[in-house]
């Protein structure tokens, strides 16, 4: 049997370089890429500033272990919390889904010995792990691998009336709850005022624990350094990923402080995380995040004016918040992103079948944002 890396369906494209939004195939044609490595390319391909740090970094070490003290991760750490507000501890993980596995461990732990129900709502998607899994809502990724966490309990995504029924029977037993502001995976499904409301309600009320995974909506894309600044709704975890280590693998959780307290060292831990040379690009991301977090909140109007204009005669809705932009068609669309690829040089996502979902880096240019949105009718067909 011929070995093989089978699980991802890929373009057949072999990369020569890459730059802000492009990438150039050894076939000497060159790429628009809408969606920035699955979000990871925060400030576009092979940002400047980054490749500096990175590289005077290097010179010192590619790797070091936590046995040692790196300035980088004091600052990083100092700029997360400041950032977050939440002035408790930062851990640093290799993955989104670590950081989620690592919520997961503190929220178990805080409750060891007493009943817990930890809710999560349908679509949602924390990463591939056992420990993710069991609170990942695409009955598809979880059944094979069940049985999963038994103290899971899945909620229909925005529905207020399944909300208050779950609360006013089982609101005592209810640990945390683990929320995506706008479901990337699930759809580009963006948490509606009222459900924000609702489960502040509750949270008032009981005191579960909030947990925001920011992995995807964090970090500017949404057009507010995270999420849940936007809502009003302020969590006790928070769980980052994707463009935090400037392309390098590197997730973090931030704690608040009541919950740092039962936290102790070796409650987790990893050989690689985190590693010294994305702690050198996460300070250049987030000193740069709050000007292009309030850069994508004045552009995105614009955007999404351009985006309804162009597209609105195929598309059934267009939705999403800042630069997580979902664009769905109402109908499978199998070989959309071949024809895309083939006859028009774009990069397309594609998630829950029929939506596209954009996410280009958040530096990106009004023009490069017209030439997207072109190219995108030219493809997607049809006289607006
Ligand atoms: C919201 C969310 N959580 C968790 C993850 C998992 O992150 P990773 O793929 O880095 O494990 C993802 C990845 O797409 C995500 O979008």
Known sequence: MKPTQSLYPYFPLQVRKTKGIWIYGADGKKYLDTFSGIGVSLLGHQHPGILRAMRKKMRTCLHLSNFFQDSDLDDCVSQLSELSGLHGQVLFTNSGAEANEWALKIVKKTFSGQPLKILHFDGSFHGRTTGTLSING???????FEPLLADTVLLPWNDLNSLDNWMEKHGQATGALFLEFIQGTGGVRVLSEEMAQRIRFWQSKFHFYM??????????RTGSVFAFQQYGLIPDILTLGKGLGGG????????????????????????????????AGCKVVLSTIPALAEQVSQRQETVRLWLDTELHHVAREIRGKGYMIGIDMGTPLPALVKKAYEQHQLLLNIVQGQVIRLLPPLNISMKDWQRIILTLRKTLGGAS
Do not use: F, W, Y
């Not at 608040?256 to 990893?270: A, E, T």
């Open 138 to 144: 695409h009955p598809e990724q979880r059944s094979p």
């Open 211 to 220: 947990v925001a995974d920011e992995i995807q909506t964090g970090l500017g």
């Open 248 to 279: 390098l693998p590197l997730g973090a959780v931030v704690v608040n402080p009541s919950l740092s307290s039962s936290i102790k060292p070796c409650d987790h831990g990893s050989t690689m995380a985190p590693n010294p040379i994305a702690l």
